[in-house]
Each structure stands twice: as C-alpha cells, then as structure tokens.
C-alpha cells in the first residue's frame, strides 16, 4: 500500500524559507517518482516539482525554478520540498503525490500521473 503525508506548512514572510516534508510508506521513495503540486484558491492544482525514483533525475515549475528545491533520503522514505525566496504567490496547499507507475522509464510530470496523493498543507506566503 502506497501512502504519502505532506508536513511542514506554515505561515511565512515574502522572501522567506520554508521546508516541506512528505513521508512515504516503506520503499516508496525509492520505486516511484515523487512529484509536489500546488493548489491556490480558485485555480487548478498545479505542478511545482519532481523528483525520480532513482533520484538522478528533478523537474522543477518555471515558477520556482532557482527558488525551490526537491530533494530525498531513501532511508526515512522521506522528500522534501524547500522553498527560498518565497512570494505571495506561493501560496497554496501544497499537495505531495506518487507516480502510478513503479520504476518508471522517464519522470513523470503530468498530474494524471499520480496516482497517490496527500491530504495536503497549507502554505502562506504573506507579503
């Protein structure tokens, strides 16, 4: 059973530095792409970052590219997600997800990809 749980939301000033943590169950991290997602008020959920299964390969957002960073340690089936110069815009729930696929030839990086998904956490960006 393929779980994950986002952590680490808060509240931050503009250009500010926030940490993200998604827990997976026991060997996930390192069988599926792991991708963060973004929901802000009114809009579709969309993709912020990824991070391959063999952790050689991330794909960032042009949004934060330069500003965050999606990295990941197998042994605490741990990744994270950590946000630098944050704007307001940046606010949103962030959603952690798992690729449907295991060991997956590429990254995935569409949102139809993901197959399991976190409860989310709420980030605010105040300015």
């Known amino acids: 059973q393929v779980t994950v749980v986002e952590s680490g939301g808060g509240l931050v000033q503009a250009g500010g530095s926030l940490r993200l943590s998604c827990a997976a169950s026991d060997g996930t991290v390192s069988s599926y792409d792991i991708g963060w997602f973004r929901q802000a008020p009114g809009k579709e959920r969309e993709f912020v970052a990824v991070i391959s299964w063999g952790g050689g390969s991330t794909v960032y957002a042009d949004s934060v590219k330069d500003r965050f960073t999606i990295s990941k340690d197998n042994g605490k089936n741990t990744v994270y997600l950590q946000m630098e110069s944050s704007k307001p815009e940046d606010t949103a729930v962030y959603y952690c997800?798992?690729?449907?696929?295991?060991?997956?030839?590429?990254?995935?990086?569409?949102?139809?990809?993901?197959?399991?998904w976190g409860q989310g956490t709420q980030v605010t960006v105040s300015s």
């Open positions: 997800a798992a690729d449907g696929v295991r060991w997956r030839r590429g990254v995935a990086v569409q949102k139809d990809q993901f197959k399991y």
